[in-house]
């Protein structure tokens, strides 16, 4: 059974039950089809349903009983380059308030930037009400590259990571290593926005208080570590060298002074990779350099649940290049690839959840009409 839905518009196939495929130990179903550039997305607590971000300025709600159904009161957003609607969440005070957070690309004086907001969620009308913006990264640039951005929670903290825009200037003077600008960083602020006085740069002259750590490229991916509690990123490389990160307080991460990448054109080392010693934090995991190497990621989670008991306290992982969904194990200090998903399915990966309720691994992928997928134990 299949209907239509329009959204902003533009109708849009939706598959409340279509046929399943098999792939050896899981089964993978299509929940919906002809989604236009999903980007984010995140449970409701209690109800097992999904709210997704649709990167040309849309929100949708996925249910086992609706399919897709169109939410009003998304922000206006510029969708030049990867700009547009970016990361949902659900925030730690959802039950109380309906609060849900996102990121997207807006414009500003000067250009465009990443905004971070809330609004609250009425599920009975359809739609956001009551939208505030809680933080705007400065500068702003003119630029429609590496806006990032995701969001996790952590101790009553909102974390968010933001790409570098796209400078090229591989020297000191790169805004990524500038603690003036949020851009290329990791910033912590409060569910209202204010900046937390314990920051590590609240009381340095010429810094952003809210930069909690920096020397990023470009964020894609944030999860937090369920045994430990630590916040885990995962960015882009210049070409190849992308690299998964253990975020620390005020830690430079190095972009673009250290790296694992090559420019694109030549790939030419425009940095030395990390080492003991160079004073960046150095990433837990990283790709080889190159184009045929690149393997930017996208959406990342732990697996918590109960469906794939093999599979648990695995990192989940999206890979937009080579399109797969990656499992991978923590081992010896590092990761190690257990097996890849969704291989030979020719999509590529924007986001991944587990459900809370079900255990069952969703999977966003990236692009125009592509699908909502459910993975589930043979």
């Not at 599979?311 to 499992?327: A, C, E, M, S, T």
Request: aromatic share 10%; hydrophobic share 40%; no cysteine.
């Amino acid at each position: 059974m299949t209907y239509r839905a329009v959204l902003g518009g533009a109708a849009t196939v939706l598959a409340l039950s279509l046929p399943a495929f098999s792939d050896q130990g899981y089964t993978v179903e299509t929940l919906a089809e002809g989604l236009d550039r999903p980007w984010g997305m995140t449970f409701l607590p209690d109800h097992g349903d999904l709210i997704m971000t649709l990167r040309g300025g849309e929100l949708a709600l996925w249910s086992s009983e609706d399919g897709i159904t169109p939410i009003s009161g998304a922000p206006e957003v510029v969708t030049q380059g990867q700009g547009g609607l970016l990361d949902i969440a659900v925030g730690p005070d959802f039950e109380e308030t309906g609060f849900v957070y996102m990121t997207w690309a807006g414009a500003v004086d000067g250009g465009s930037t990443t905004h971070v907001g809330r609004a609250r969620l009425d599920r009975d009308a359809g739609a956001l009400t009551d939208l505030e913006v809680l933080h705007v990264v400065q500068p702003a640039i003119n630029s429609g590259a590496h806006f990032g951005s995701r969001i996790v929670f952590q101790d009553g903290y909102l974390y968010a990571g933001f790409g570098d825009r796209g400078s090229k200037d591989f020297t000191e003077a790169h805004i990524s290593q500038d603690l003036g600008s949020e851009n290329g960083a990791v910033i912590r602020i409060t569910l209202d926005g204010a900046i937390p006085s314990d920051n590590p740069f609240v009381d340095q002259d010429g810094a952003a208080g809210a930069i909690w750590s920096y020397g990023h490229r470009n964020i894609q991916a944030m999860t937090v570590h369920p045994e430990t509690g630590a916040i885990w990123l995962a960015e882009h490389g210049e070409a190849g060298g992308d690299e998964v990160n253990i975020v620390e307080r005020g830690g430079n991460f190095g972009w673009p002074l250290a790296s694992f990448g090559v420019t694109y054109r030549g790939g030419d080392e425009f940095a030395p990779p990390h080492q003991e010693g160079d004073g960046f934090v150095a990433p837990i995991h990283h790709w080889p350099a190159g184009r045929e190497a690149h393997n930017p990621p996208s959406g990342m989670t732990f697996y918590t649940g109960d469906a794939f008991p093999e599979w648990q306290g695995h990192l989940l992982l999206g890979n937009l290049f080579h399109r797969y969904l990656g499992l991978y194990t923590e081992s010896d200090g590092g990761l190690t690839e257990v097996t890849r998903l969704l291989d030979g399915r020719d999509l590529r990966i924007r986001d991944v959840a587990v459900g809370p309720d079900d255990g069952f691994i969703y999977v966003l992928a990236d692009g125009e009409n592509v699908p909502l997928l459910r993975i589930m134990p043979d």
